[in-house]
């Protein structure tokens, strides 16, 4: 029984050396998320972003705001994966027939 409980730990031990340089050179790569309370890579500020926060912090009132308008459906848009020429208003299918 010694010699199997050996193989066992053995074959444990393999797995984690494997797994553990698998992660390191993930991490190196580049292919891991940052960890909390790791500082990460820094992405540029998005305008876009911004605006969304604009229009967060105002409430009912950016309802009623061109601006806000404007960067919601820009934001909708971007979601969605549609394109300027894609979001243009489309005619609809009552439309089409007169």
């Not at 730990?9 to 797995?15: G, P, V």
Request: aromatic fraction near 4%; charged fraction near 30%; hydrophobic fraction near 35%.
């Amino acid at each position: 029984m010694e010699g199997k409980a050996m193989a066992r730990l053995m074959a444990i031990l393999f797995l984690a050396i494997v797994m553990t340089v698998t992660l390191i050179r993930m991490e190196r790569a580049g292919d891991l998320p940052p960890q909390p309370g790791r500082p990460g890579k820094s992405q540029p500020e998005d305008p876009l972003r911004a605006g969304q926060r604009r229009c967060q912090r105002m409430g009912e009132a950016a309802a009623e705001d061109a601006d806000c308008l404007r960067i919601w459906a820009e934001t909708r848009d971007r979601f969605l994966g549609r394109t300027r020429e894609d979001a243009s208003p489309a005619t609809t299918t009552t439309d089409k027939g007169r």
